[in-house]
């Protein structure tokens, strides 16, 4: 069992930048691969980043890559999402989710685990 917390979220102008964290509870969780996704007013959730247990490889929507940076520190149980250069379009709810299959990163049926989500809003 794996309980997630998002934190970070809020308001911030058009070219700014947050920085989301996500702390899960429970000993395996560097076992997990681990993913944030985004829901957007009236549309569904979308996958936003992923990466390995270790880390050592990442996947981005073409929406973010080059903008957002997904990490993890597995001594403290935190993944982070880094957000720079945002848009009024990154406006959402950014939930963070743990994966125990590890074959589709950008698949929600994939993610067993689900945060409460944290609301980004950006301004033009």
């Known amino acids: 069992q794996v309980q997630l917390v998002e934190s970070g979220g809020g308001l911030v102008q058009a070219g700014g930048s947050l920085r989301l964290s996500c702390a899960a509870s429970?000993?395996?969780?560097?076992?997990?691969?681990m993913g944030w996704f985004r829901q957007a007013p009236g549309k569904e959730r979308e996958f936003v980043a992923a990466?390995?247990?270790?880390?050592?490889?990442?996947s981005y929507a073409d929406s973010v890559k080059g903008r957002f940076t997904i990490s993890r520190d597995n001594a403290k149980n935190t993944v982070y999402l880094q957000m720079n250069s945002l848009k009024p379009e990154d406006t959402a709810v950014y939930y963070c989710?743990?994966?125990?299959?590890?074959?589709?990163?950008?698949?929600?049926?994939?993610?067993?685990?689900w945060g409460q989500g944290t609301q980004v809003t950006v301004s033009s």
């Open positions: 989710a743990a994966n125990s299959i590890g074959t589709a990163w950008n698949q929600q049926y994939e993610y067993d685990y």
């Open positions: 429970g000993r395996t969780f560097s076992r997990y691969v």
């Open positions: 990466l390995s247990w270790s880390g050592a490889s990442t």
